[in-house]
């Protein structure tokens, strides 16, 4: 469509007026105003007219830059606009304007180059065939009128360079894009030998880095290596000018990490050898410390390594081993880089994915192979070894202090980052590398020397790195090392790192506790030094986990006075007495049940009182957090306080409930606050989980009832799940039954009361209420289905909850229908429902999969068609044959045929789940427009 001259040029000043606004206007509600009006316009059929107005000459570059934009932009986007007769038009007009700012502004002619490459793309083949051949003859062509010597092939290089690029941006229908495929694949060979053309050193440097994008991107489309024979040695000539390093290394990476290399072997040992040739000047730049070499150097010799492991380990003649080896103590020598990371060198961490992938492959292949590797590449990792202990070691002091706090955070996590390195050389030597650990810490120790403290504590740390994978019946070096302890130097860092790699092999202890006897006094001495409390409770909490079955009643004792002193001191912080308590639950949990009472009474009767005290006052934020303190304590003794075994005695975390739940009933003004709630809800239900059937009707019925009244006054989704614990728990107990059936009732009406009126304001509850329902259903069916329960309503909230855009309110229905049938089977008033309602259930399943719900909601929606067809396939097959008679029902993208094919499949998925989620997923992506073929049962 054409429009007057003079509307254009009225949308022309408008146009500027509103850049001048967002480039240099002051408010930002009005530069905010502009810029959606600029976008509106980008949308609009004037803007085909409009973006040449934009270009002329004698405009500011931000206005010809939006006018190159826009071009672009309507060729990418509404291209259907076009006619097919105004094709050549455009194409000529904008090889007009690439030559027409070939001498600037340089952004409107990149623009102008990334217009032309979409340009391309949506006219090839049909309309446009050998594309890719005009340009590059269109650009030659013109360059023997041009002046401008430089800049005429970087336009025709980044033209080539777009292409690609657009391709893979573009939003192409699978058959058009595959097309488009087949025609670049064919550009292919003119590209290249462009390319080599300008990649030469006679060319000026600019060119010759485009060249290399414009390599890369099609190296990234999909051109192998073996299309590159030629060109690779200017790729690793180019790498050695400094100008045009980042760009060269950027496309090397690429080259080495394409998939396609696998295929060509050969060309990938001619790879290996270039790349090894860039060894010296690694080695140069990691001395020097020039860190950007260096680290991109590296980029190119762990991209090689990592990416074909299997290459290397494949070596077939001797002197492709040599070159694999090579390769290897080439990155050994990028990971001990000297200087200190992140300050001084950069490069080790790029490394250690390697050892972790040389590793695990030389682990998983056949024994004979894994062998003969383990010889070649065995003490290599040794040297790792070593050179690993160096790079996790502090800083001096000196040094340290001048790290920024962003430095030494990133120090912290590269440190983990080594002890993790460090357990994929353990799973490779083992036994040696245990041994090379110890050596180096006896050798430290030896009194020859006077170590450092960073070099000791840097070793325990890879001691204790490796603990998890070190075999509980080891007795050659763990006793060795534990004897080296008393030798340590004294230092706060030393002393917490020993302390935390003791603590690490609780399990080793454990089959050995003569040590255990040894090493405990030290963890325990600990608990009352400020600097130690943390690692010693840590190393603590380890040992009672593991190991309080095999200690002696006086060393328990000696373990719970402690920890009482501990917690009645102020040398503690809090996380550090939550460590505490439980060491005490562990050690309370294999006493006798009455001592173990008493003890648990008088050690935490100072919280029982504080606890009593806090709830009475009204909410504040100073009070707040003691409070949480005070649950959190009881929160973890609930949870470790569990004795293997109850004598006649009632169970400790039953007696300790019952001191504490006057409190617990007196917190209601304190449940507003969702912290302090949650703390409560996760107090009671790990008390539940751990005393499990050793709570009296006392308790259960005051539990019920605490929970029922707070649920009442203020619902909320962590009673709700508290309530599903007690109900999941004493559902089936037939002296908790009343007290059970008063959950669910109460719970049930109060909630669909709540959910009747706002209903989609609340989906936690929702999600809540409805797992609560299938808990009840698991643990007591004859709870939902009593006369007075509402199951009909619970149905019918069900059916809506399949009707909402959060995926786990839907997950949670889907699992209740699941359940109720389930339930189904035994019971007749489930049976009378799902008869009743079960049309309503089916159309809302089919609905939800044909696109009323997420998408990844569609498995659980295949869960309750799956419950269905096994509860009965001829009623399903006949409510699902019913529905898809509707026209127009789920979906207008499906016909009659597909929605029959789909219920032949889902009723013949009978006792196979897998099947019919793959149709209904099958069919959610038909229903939805997304599924590109014709479907097939």
Known sequence: MNFSEEELQRLLLHCEQALLTLYGGQNRGDRDVAHKWLLTTQKSQQAWQLCWRLMQR???????????????????????????????????????????????????????????????????????????????????????????????????????TVLPEEFHSGDFLPGRKQALRGELNCGVPQVIQVVQEYLSPSHPVQVRQQALKCLTSWVQFGVRIVDLANALPMVFDSIQNPELFDTSVDLIVEIATHPSGTSYPAHMWKFVTDVLLLGDPLRTALQSGDMDTSQGLCRV?????????????????????????????????????????????????????????????????????????????????????????????????????GFSTDEKERFRCYRQDIADTMMYVFCLLRGHCLQQLYHILSTLLSGETNPSWQSVDATLYLIQAVSE????????????????????????????TALLMVGSYSEWLKCHPDHLRSVLPVLLGGLSQEQLASASTQAL?????ECVQDLEPGTLMEILSHCQAALSGAVMKEREKIRCVECIGHVLSVQDTSPATQQARAIFNPYMEGLARLVQHQVSPELK???????????????????????????????????????????????????????????????????????????????????VGYYSSSPNSGLLDSASTLVGMYGMVDEHNQSMLFVFQRITSCTLQLLQSNFREHPDILQSFLHFVSRSLKSNPKLVFEAESRHVNIFQCGLAALDVQESHAVRAACSFFSNFITACEDQETPRTTLSEYGPYLVSQVVKGIAGGVPRQCTDYMAEVLFALNNRDVSLLSRWLQDIMQVEGFPSNLVTLTQKQQFVTAVVRGKAHRRRVKDSVKEFSLLCRGLYGTTYAS
């Open 58 to 160: 004698d405009k500011a570059p931000e206005i010809q830059f939006f006018g190159a934009s826009t071009l672009h932009f309507k060729i990418s986007k509404h291209w259907n606009d076009l006619q097919e007769e105004h094709y050549n038009d455009l194409r000529s007009e904008l090889f007009k304007h690439i030559f027409m700012f070939l001498s600037g502004p340089r952004i409107v002619l990149t623009r102008l180059c990334i217009a032309l490459g979409a340009f391309a793309l949506n006219a090839m083949p049909d309309h446009w065939s050998n594309a890719i051949n005009d340009i590059i003859t269109t650009f030659q062509n013109a360059a023997t009128s041009s002046s401008q010597g430089e800049v005429w092939p970087i336009s025709m290089l980044e033209t080539l």
């Open 301 to 401: 010799v762990v991209s090689l390594a990592e990416t074909h492991m299997t290459l290397l380990l494949s070596a077939d003649t001797e002197e492709r081993e040599l070159q694999a080896f090579t390769l290897v103590q080439l990155i050994l020598e990028c990971t001990g880089a000297q200087g200190w990371y992140p300050v001084d060198e950069q490069c080790s961490e790029m490394t250690f994915n390697f050892w972790y992938t040389l590793q695990d492959d030389i682990t998983n292949e056949e024994p004979s192979l894994t062998e003969k590797h383990k010889n070649v590449y065995g003490p290599v990792m040794l040297s790792l070894c070593q050179v690993l202990t160096r790079k996790v070691q502090y800083p001096p002091e000196n040094t340290w202090q």
């Open 469 to 496: 994978y070190v075999n509980p019946n080891e007795e050659s070096y763990v006793p060795a090392i534990l004897s080296l302890l008393p030798r340590l130097p004294d230092h706060p860092y030393v002393s917490q």
């Open 541 to 545: 909490r380890g040992v009672c986990e």
């Open 625 to 707: 957090a003691s409070l949480q303190f005070h649950l959190q304590v009881f929160v973890v003794l609930f949870k470790c306080l569990d004795p293997d075994s109850i004598d006649n005695s009632p169970h400790p975390a039953a007696v300790v409930l019952s001191d504490i739940f006057q409190s617990l009933k007196s917190m209601e003004h304190w449940l507003q606050d969702s912290q302090i709630q949650q703390s409560f809800c996760l107090c009671l239900e790990r008390a539940i989980s751990t005393i499990r059937d050793h709570m009296g009707v006392t308790l259960v019925s005051g539990l019920a009832e605490l929970i």
